[in-house]
């Protein structure tokens, strides 16, 4: 082969590699999760354009997560507490797996705070989560 032909090989090998559109904002988003903690609900929004929410306060709170400051953190609760979930649903066969995936970013605010300040609660806690398939909603 000539090395014009091999330099374009190369060239177009090099295009067809990399990451894909999807994980670069898997890998942008799972960065976000990780500051949200101090920022209000709405600015999680914001940052988590795209994403499906889902929101609960259950009756009795889940145990903390690392790096969480809600109140009684890191040992248990204080308060009740309200999870707000961002769910992304790829569709990149490099991300996923044949029977799709998910992943997304869980927070926490104050049950108190949401109520009293709705997307102005302080989120307290935050954690990235993934998985394949896809779970049943």
């Known amino acids: 082969m000539s ?3 091999l330099l374009l090989a190369a ?4 295009l067809g590699c990399g990451k894909s559109k999807e994980r670069e904002l898997f890998e942008q988003r799972r960065s976000v999760c990780g500051t ?3 920022k209000t609900v709405l600015q999680a929004e ?3 354009v795209g994403s499906a929410k889902a929101e609960s306060c259950p009756a009795s709170s889940p145990p903390p997560i ?3 400051t809600c109140p009684g953190a890191p040992a248990a609760y204080t308060e009740p507490i ?3 979930e961002f769910v992304y649903l790829p569709n990149d066969p490099g991300l996923c797996s044949p029977q799709g995936c998910f992943y997304g970013c869980l927070t926490r605010t104050t049950a108190a705070d949401r109520t009293n300040a709705g997307t102005g609660a302080v989120i ?3 954690q990235f989560f993934d998985g394949n398939p896809v779970p049943p909603f």
């Open 66 to 68: 690392a790096g969480d």
């Open 11 to 14: 060239a177009l090998l090099a």
């Open 124 to 126: 307290c806690a935050a």
């Open 82 to 84: 309200c999870i707000q």
């Open 36 to 38: 949200l903690v101090g």
């Open 46 to 48: 914001q940052l988590l």
């Open 3 to 5: 090395r014009r032909v």
